[in-house]
Antibody, heavy 119, light 107 residues
Framework: QVQLLQSAAEMKNPGASVKLSCEASGYTFTTYPVHWVRQAPGQGLEWMGWIYPGTGDTKYSQIFQARVTFTRDTSASTVYLDLTGLRSEDTAVYYC????????????WGQGTLVTVSS | SYVLTQPPSVSVAPEKTAMITCGGNDIGSRSVHWYQQKPGQVPVVVISNDSDRPSGIPERFSGSNSGNTATLTISRVEAGDEADYYCQVWDSSSGVLFGGGTKLTVL
């Protein structure tokens, strides 16, 4: 079955960077876009962007464009999120999610990775 | 930029019908998806493409979309339906957009 397995929780100081991973299994990794969505404590869902593993093409939300980079390793069926210049407002659960084939809805989600930014 | 507006909260008695709206300019021309998120859990799509119900989602969940409002309707509400619900669309310039979310309380 389709699974998206995310890396463990992270604690970072303000100004630091964080790299999260999302390992896909149960489907052809290069065929489906993978998105990153975050959720601050008690807040709603916020889209960060997507990467198409087949080509490495990316699209970033304007909110994060200056600080975020998505990459992928096709040999490991894994996508990565790099977020720089962390601040306390970046404390959130970060999800990777797959869109359905040819669709724009998220049919599978990772379990989420909590990133805590605090001095 | 395009904005999706949801009521912060909706309350409904068990066995009654809950309607959660998602407002947006000419949203009827877009495909709307709805997610249910229970506390501490990952979001789950309950309605895709306005009114499609994924496998495993009860028939009590339905969706509609016309004009400036999309609606998620939950019939015969159960205690287990208590959750946050988010609408979502794709925008060609902004990418993925989520509504602010609606907390459904079952009285």
């Amino acid at each position: 079955q389709v699974q998206l397995l995310q890396s463990a929780a992270e604690m970072k100081n303000p100004g630091a960077s964080v790299k999260l991973s999302c390992e896909a299994s149960g489907y052809t990794f290069t065929t489906y876009p993978v998105h990153w969505v975050r959720q601050a404590p008690g807040q709603g869902l916020e889209w960060m962007g997507w990467i198409y593993p087949g080509t490495g093409d990316t699209k970033y939300s304007q909110i994060f464009q200056a600080r975020v980079t998505f990459t992928r390793d096709t040999s490991a069926s894994t996508v990565y999120l790099d977020l720089t210049g962390l601040r306390s407002e970046d404390t959130a659960v970060y999800y990777c999610a797959r869109t359905s084939l040819g669709g724009t809805d998220f049919d599978h989600w990772g379990q989420g990775t909590l990133v805590t930014v605090s001095s | 930029s395009y904005v999706l507006t949801q009521p912060p909260s909706v309350s409904v008695a068990p066995e009654k019908t809950a309607m959660i709206t998602c407002g947006g300019n000419d949203i009827g021309s877009r495909s709307v998806h709805w997610y249910q998120q229970k506390p501490g859990q990952v979001p789950v799509v309950v309605i895709s493409n306005d009114s499609d119900r994924p496998s495993g989602i009860p028939e009590r969940f339905s969706g509609s979309n016309s004009g400036n409002t999309a609606t998620l309707t939950i019939s015969r509400v159960e205690a287990g339906d208590e959750a946050d619900y988010y609408c979502q669309v794709w925008d060609s310039s902004s990418g993925v957009l989520f509504g602010g979310g609606t907390k459904l309380t079952v009285l």
